[in-house]
């Protein structure tokens, strides 16, 4: 029987390094690993990995490759990388990673396991046979996703929260009044919120003079956000928005804003600082403000899933909630941090990923 102390892990991750739910959730895990003194590897796919990664064994290689030839040395390398830290547990993370963890299960007996981070769409259907079982889902939705649309079993998938640290304690940190933050990747859907957030900043500016937004994170639309962002601080003829880009310094970030917009890993981490949170996933689900009432169904789908009316009004009458009444925003705060404390710890994610890959090694040997 494989115990904590003998679990070697190489950790694939084949998507390019973002500001990201996904992102944060590995780098957190391999944090606590080191911390809990099980080793890690990792297999990234471009040099940004190596600088988040320091003191880990990092390889940088092409996996997104369409061409056989480095597709066949790619899995010589990480043959060479699984004899050389005498790996015993693959763990993947995105879908190209998971074709990788199959085949090299294949050739060096070599058990994989697969972190299902998202809701796959159709075509990732085309991915179903390189999940393994069990595999991880961060959240209840996303295995009743994967039980639905993708096939599982339920009994096959296991639910292991996403979880932070507590490295940046919000009390450590003074946040600007009336300071909101939005941090996301900005793909087509997230960017559609931060440009109704701009809208939103705008109008709460009615009645808050000094509100003002930071908008952070890389994506396709960084640009076209911040046009808007422009267009917005003209009108009101003044800087109240603010684009900053990808960062490294989250916490901190999130810390120093008096209300964060976001889900997933973002909220959590604004509530491990203690700063409310108003959560919104797309166009289409809206959570709102993130209080005891709302928490427990809010958070089997990483704060994405909410019945309110996605519009610029409703948006500033949730923000304008916690940023008007200090009292509300501090009992809002303390929940949040007391929430994350008990449930969504970055020490609790690991020990529950080490009973997994105890019974997945375990599977193995009875085979």
Same mark, same amino acid.
């Given at each position: 029987?494989?115990? /904590? ?15 990201? %739910? ?50 066949? =040395? ?9 004899? %050389?830290? /005498? ?79 507590? =490295?940046?304690?919000?009390?450590? *940190? ?5 300071? *909101? ?36 994170? =890389? ?7 911040? /046009? ?20 490294? =310094? ?111 090694l375990a599977l193995r040997q009875k085979k």
């Open positions: 029987m494989h115990t /904590k102390d003998d679990t070697r892990v190489l950790m694939i991750f084949s998507q390019p390094w973002h500001i990201g %739910g996904a992102e944060s959730h590995l780098l957190a895990l391999v944090q606590e690993f080191r911390t809990l003194g099980i080793h890690t590897a990792i297999v990234g796919l471009d040099d940004t990995i190596k600088d988040v990664f320091q003191g880990v064994p990092v390889t940088v290689l092409p996996l997104r490759t369409h061409s056989l030839s480095p597709f066949i =040395d790619n899995i010589k390398k990480l043959n060479g990388i699984i004899d %050389g830290e /005498k790996i015993n547990i693959l763990h993947c993370h995105q879908r190209t990673a998971a074709v990788y963890g199959r085949i090299l299960q294949f050739r060096s007996s070599i058990p994989y396991t697969l972190t299902l981070h998202d809701r796959w769409r159709p075509l990732h259907n085309l991915y179903r046979p390189f999940i393994p079982k069990p595999c991880i889902a961060i959240s209840e939705g996303i295995k009743a996703h994967a039980v639905q649309k993708l096939g599982l079993q339920g009994e096959g998938v296991h639910v292991i929260p996403n979880g932070v640290s507590f =490295d940046c304690p919000g009390g450590m *940190i003074q946040p600007s009044e009336h300071s *909101i933050i939005y941090v996301s990747r900005l793909n087509r859907l997230k960017a559609e919120v931060a440009l109704l957030l701009c809208e939103a900043a705008a109008l709460l500016r009615q009645t808050i003079p000094s509100v003002t937004l930071t908008i952070v994170g =890389d994506g396709p639309y960084l640009a076209h956000v911040s /046009k808007q962002a422009e267009a917005v601080n003209r009108s009101c003829q003044q800087p109240i928005i603010t684009v900053l880009g990808a960062r490294n =310094d989250i916490p901190e970030l999130l810390a120093g804003h008096s209300v964060a917009v976001g889900v997933g890993r973002v909220a959590l981490e604004a509530m491990a600082a203690q700063r409310p949170v108003v959560a919104i996933a797309d166009l289409e689900n809206f959570p709102g403000l993130i209080t005891a009432e709302n928490w427990q169904s809010a958070s089997r789908t990483s704060w994405t899933r909410g019945d309110k009316e996605v519009t610029v009004a409703n948006i500033a009458k949730e923000l304008e909630l916690v940023l008007v009444n200090p009292a509300l925003a501090k009992e809002v705060g303390l929940f949040g941090q007391e929430l994350v404390r008990t449930e969504c710890s970055a020490r609790a994610m690991a020990l529950k990923t080490i009973s997994h890959y105890q019974e997945v």
